[in-house]
């Protein structure tokens, strides 16, 4: 059928039993084989009005509008199957066709296909369905055997009058199916010569078990299911460890894993919920909770020992951490059991022998709703328009954090739906709360009152918000903060404290700043090394010595308290999950410290931004900015606390030393946002770093075309500096205030100040300040049609900046001598420079000289006459710049003009429109590659 049916719908699912083992032992055969079995369901399902709506491996998923129609499909297909001779064909994209070309010997292979079927109301999305009707036909077809046709009760009652001639349906009774609250009267279908006979189905109720019935579906994990029950059949797999923090979802992880696993463990799957902190006690809880009863004469552990002997058995141990001391009586039972096998969940390993250890990650969390340059995001969310344009609520679902949240959302709000409107407000709560499953839940539970977006203001502090979970779960999981405060009060008091202390650091840190802001006594202080801040003079003592600090950050590695990650340059980083974090804030604010950790915590990171600042003009500036990067919600922490506190100096000198990052880095509206505040606080105007904040201010202020700003901020930065004396200072603010001037177009005053910078720059010996004077002359003489004294100028800022490393004028340098060969018309070398600019660029991620170099590509396209790809080029430089609210230079701003006016001159009104549009859609990452894309590699 052309169309996919709605509403009420009947779904038929195949699979193909043991094709894994088919594939493994006869992969020619089964490639041809199974080119047959898709001829064969195919053909069957158009027959009767059927809808492939997806095929995941050898399985099909199909829609039909009436019950009758799927069920005819079924007994087509079986005896279809069933009746298989012929060779194979490879060609697996048409039914009949296929089938019409089919003659001589059967196959190789045998496929065996269980099928199933059910009706009920199904939402239709994006060419798929959802929803519970789809979760019980597939759960019914796991709990067939290959040849068998079953029915659930709805599909059956629509069936049952008009079963075709010799066709009956077999009662198989009232079953548990895995992973669903309601049970299922399942009906088999028995056709006439096919066989009818098989092993009993594969339910809950089929094995020896004792696991709880789930009162929601398992949304997601399917791909950690799947390892965690691959991994339990391998033969040196017996003990596996679910670990992970609180919330993180381990509990119903193992429960679905124990449920998928009962077929290969004939003897039972038992879950033991281990409700005490006794370790004595755990004996006695498995014991109990598999049946075994205590002998006269004869202790418990023996009769447990026995009576696991010669059995294939999986026992799930759930909430090991309090236990922990009974970690060697699991070895135990390993030992005098070998079909045993033993699945954990423990927010800490056992640490045994052979155990493997499954960290469980946080739910798939969806992109935020957020763009600018160089976001990869950049073009899907930054507009309204936009956003409906790429239905960014349609992808988002595909997520499952989101998916989580729908679920329980509509728990408590059934017409609840994630529109184009309220989608980035979800997404931004599963980002808030770190993908946990338990905080999601009891976030969509406030649905019922809160619409996601009032949701997000009242997330702030996540703690007070997530409250009033089902009561029928364990306290510790009725609120996040019971959840966190369980495995809180299971470290010891060094770990309590070095727990609360690492609350007070942003996106991670590394270990080397643990131990200069956490510990009472920092090692090497008062001395610094490259890229290593000076600590600051510690509190008095707390009970933390540095020798301590490693193995208590381990300690909550191990502890699911803290997460590992490997940082850019190979150092490891960890990070606390801004809900834990939260936590420990509040402990140190409850014990009176959280100024004194805080106060730490900025004077760390002032000193490592003011020891990278100038790095930044030697010869590695990108590892130093993405150290920065790496640093940035720190730094942003830092910055809050020295404005929060009144901490004028700290907050202008932090403020002042990220003015290279926040330009390279593409930040200027947020440090705009920083600038202003700090150079606002009452007793900013005697501080001596006034000067400082006030230059880099302006930097801000020129790079986003507010040039009259720009000019009275540096114009007060000088005045401060010639006021204290200070000639550094003064050489940079010249340079500065000049560059403000030549963009304001007073060329004649730019000159001036910029040959004092000059002379100041030969006085101080200071080269790499000189660099950036030369360059600035050479964008004066361009703008003046001079491009011979511009080549001059570029050249010896060029060949200075390679003898003084300074890498981070290099692609500007390039750039700009690409303009003048493009004058010159030499539109290879301009070519060769705006590449080589733009790879630099890209290397330093210095976004804005990036744009700058795309936009000067685009000037060489359209000169040979490719003006399409030209024009797309100067939408996208366009789009970029206005992103990140920024401007070209007064003479790149020439050229852009120049240059748009002759794509319009060369291109009709259509062709223009759509080139330009096309290119405003682009990333930066796209426009970079478009721009290196070889021309004739392409059919743009």
């Known amino acids: 059928m052309s169309e996919r049916p709605t509403g009420t719908v009947t779904f038929l699912f195949t699979d193909i039993e043991g094709s894994t083992r088919l594939w493994e032992r006869f992969p020619e055969p089964m490639l041809a084989a199974l080119a047959r079995h898709d001829a064969f369901l195919r053909q069957a399902i158009e027959t009767h009005d059927g809808y492939v709506f997806k095929t995941i491996g050898d399985a099909f998923c199909a829609a039909f509008p009436t019950a009758p129609d799927a069920l005819a499909a079924a007994i087509d297909a079986q005896r279809a199957l069933a009746a298989d001779e012929g060779p194979p064909t490879t060609d697996r994209r048409s039914s009949e066709a296929t089938l019409a070309a089919v003659s001589g010997p059967p196959s190789a292979v045998t496929l065996r296909v269980r099928m199933a079927l059910h009706t009920g109301i199904a939402e239709s999305r994006d060419a798929d369905y959802f929803g519970p009707t789809l979760n019980r036909v597939a759960r019914l077809l796991a709990a067939g055997h290959g040849g068998q046709v079953l029915l659930s009760q709805t599909a059956y009652d629509l069936v049952r009058d008009l079963l075709p001639d010799g066709v009956s349906a077999r009662d198989m009774g009232e079953h548990r199916l895995r992973d669903l609250t309601r ?211 349609v992808r988002i679902t595909q997520y499952e954090s989101v998916r989580l949240f729908i679920d329980r959302a509509r728990a408590v709000k059934p017409d609840f739906e994630v529109t184009n409107d309220n989608a980035p407000a979800v997404a931004e709560i599963c980002q808030r709360l770190d993908g946990l499953p338990l905080a999601i839940e009891l976030a969509a539970a406030r649905v019922r009152l809160l619409a996601p977006s009032a949701m997000l203001t009242r997330l702030s502090q996540p703690l007070k918000f997530l409250t009033g979970g089902p009561r029928d779960l364990p306290a510790r999981q009725q609120t996040l903060r019971n959840a966190i405060a369980w495995s809180y009060h299971l470290l010891t008091p060094t770990e309590q404290r070095l727990f609360d202390r690492l609350a007070v650091f942003a996106g991670g840190c590394t270990l080397e700043a643990v131990e200069a802001v956490c510990t009472d006594e920092p090692e090497g202080r008062g001395q610094k090394s490259e890229g290593r801040p000076a600590a600051s003079s510690p509190p008095t003592a707390y009970g933390l010595p540095p020798s301590d600090v490693l193995d208590g950050v381990e300690s909550l590695v191990v502890k699911s308290l803290l997460q590992a990650k490997e940082g850019g340059d190979g150092e490891p980083r960890f990070a606390m999950l801004p809900t834990l974090a939260e936590y420990g804030l509040e402990r140190l604010a409850e014990s009176g410290e959280a100024d004194t950790w805080r106060a730490r915590h900025a004077a760390y990171y002032l000193a490592l931004a003011e020891d990278i600042e100038p790095r930044l003009q030697g010869p590695r500036p990108a590892v130093w900015l993405s150290r920065l990067e790496l640093e940035h919600d720190n730094l942003r922490a830092a910055l809050r606390y020295s404005v929060a506190t009144g901490q004028v100096e700290a907050g202008l000198r932090l403020a002042g030393a990220l003015r290279w990052f926040w330009l390279f880095h593409g930040h200027l509206t947020e440090g705009w946002a920083w600038l202003d505040q700090v150079l606002r606080q009452p007793g900013a105007e005697a501080s001596p770093a006034l000067g400082k904040a006030l230059a880099a201010a302006g930097t801000v202020a020129f790079a986003q075309g507010d040039y009259a700003s720009a000019t009275a901020l540096y114009e007060q930065a000088l005045a401060h500096y010639r006021e204290s004396g200070d000639k550094n200072g003064m050489a940079r603010a010249l340079h500065s205030l000049g560059s403000q001037l030549f963009g304001r177009g007073d060329y004649q005053q730019a000159q001036t100040l910029l040959q004092e910078s000059a002379s100041l720059c030969r006085e ?177």
């Not at 109990?288 to 141990?317: N, S, Y």
């Not at 004294?789 to 003084?804: G, H, I």
């Open 183 to 393: 049970p299922e009267h399942i009906y088999q279908l028995v056709l006439p010569h096919l066989p009818a006979d098989f092993p009993p189905l594969k339910t809950l109720d089929s094995h020896p078990h004792n696991l709880p019935v789930q009162p929601t579906p398992l949304i997601g994990r399917e791909a950690e299911t799947q390892q965690v029950a691959s991994l339990l059949q391998r033969a040196d797999a017996r003990l596996v460890t679910l670990t992970g923090a609180g919330g993180v979802g381990k509990t119903r992880l193992a429960l679905q894993v124990a449920a998928e696993s009962l077929d290969p463990f004939r003897d039972g799957c038992y879950f033991v919920p281990l409700t005490t902190e006794n370790p004595s006690l755990v004996v006695s809880t498995i014991a109990q909770a598999i049946g075994v009863r205590e002998q006269a004469g004869q202790p418990l552990l023996d009769t447990l020992k026995g009576w696991l002997q010669g059995k294939h058995v999986l026992l799930t141990l759930d909430n090991f951490e309090q236990v922990v001391e009974a970690a060697p009586l699991v070895w135990d039972l390993l030992a005098a059991a070998p079909g045993l096998k033993v699945l954990v969940t423990s927010r800490i390993p056992l640490h045994l022998r052979s155990e493997f250890e499954f960290p469980v990650p946080p739910l798939a969390l969806p992109p935020r709703a957020e763009g600018g340059i160089g976001s990869k995001e950049y073009g899907l969310l930054t507009t309204d328009e936009r956003l409906r344009r790429t239905d960014y609520a």
């Open 764 to 940: 101080l010996g200071d080269m790499a300040e000189m660099v950036n004077v030369l360059n600035t002359l050479g964008e004066i003489a361009r703008s003046l049609g001079d491009d011979q004294t511009a080549e001059t100028y570029y050249q010896a800022s060029l060949a200075l900046s390679k003898q003084a490393n300074n890498t981070a004028a290099l692609p500007w340098l390039f750039h700009n001598l690409g303009h003048v060969a493009l004058h010159k018309g030499d539109h290879r070398t301009a070519e060769a420079n705006f590449r080589q600019g733009l790879a630099v660029a890209e290397e330093l991620e210095f976004h804005l000289v990036s744009v700058a170099c795309v936009a000067g590509l685009a000037a060489v396209y359209g000169v040979r006459g490719d003006m399409i790809r030209g024009a797309r080029l100067l939408g996208a430089a366009k789009a970029l710049m206005e992103a990140d609210h920024s401007r070209f230079d007064p003479p790149d701003q020439a050229e852009f003009d120049r240059n748009l006016a002759l794509a319009r001159a060369q291109l009709d009104e259509a062709a223009f429109t759509a080139a330009w549009a096309e290119g405003q859609g682009l990333t930066l990452d796209q426009a970079v590659a478009y721009a290196l894309e070889d021309p004739g590699s392409t059919s743009h």
